[in-house]
Nanobody, 125 residues
Framework: QVQLVESGGGLVQAGGSLRLSCAASGRTFRNYVMGWFRQAPGKERAFVSAVTTSGLTMYYADSIKGRFTISRDNAKNTVYLQMNSLKPEDTAVYYC??????????????????WGQGTQVTVSS
């Protein structure tokens, strides 16, 4: 069992930056693929980014590529999402998630086993 707790959300102006953190409980964090997803009002939960267990390979949704950076610190059981050049369309609840097993289907929320409670990110124009 893994518990995930996100933090770092808030209100920011367009062009600004935020850094989300997701702290995981348990001693097996390094065995999980970690992902970030977001859900805007009235929309389905969408893939944002994912990182392999080692932290060496990352994938990004096209909509945020070049602006967001995912990273993880296995010694701290934490995954991060650095968000720069934020746009109003980035407004959503952001969730971190943990996936047991291989990196396949990293962009499919249905393949993740554990979820955090979400943190709100609001970008004003």
């Amino acid at each position: 069992q893994v518990q995930l707790v996100e933090s770092g959300g808030g209100l920011v102006q367009a062009g600004g930056s935020l850094r989300l953190s997701c702290a995981a409980s348990g001693r097996t964090f390094r065995n999980y693929v970690m992902g970030w997803f977001r859900q805007a009002p009235g929309k389905e939960r969408a893939f944002v980014s994912a990182v392999t267990t080692s932290g060496l390979t990352m994938y990004y949704a096209d909509s945020i590529k070049g602006r967001f950076t995912i990273s993880r610190d296995n010694a701290k059981n934490t995954v991060y999402l650095q968000m720069n050049s934020l746009k109003p369309e980035d407004t959503a609840v952001y969730y971190c998630a943990a996936k047991v097993g291989n990196f396949g289907d990293y962009d499919n929320p249905g393949k993740y086993d554990y979820w955090g409670q979400g943190t709100q990110v609001t970008v004003s124009s």
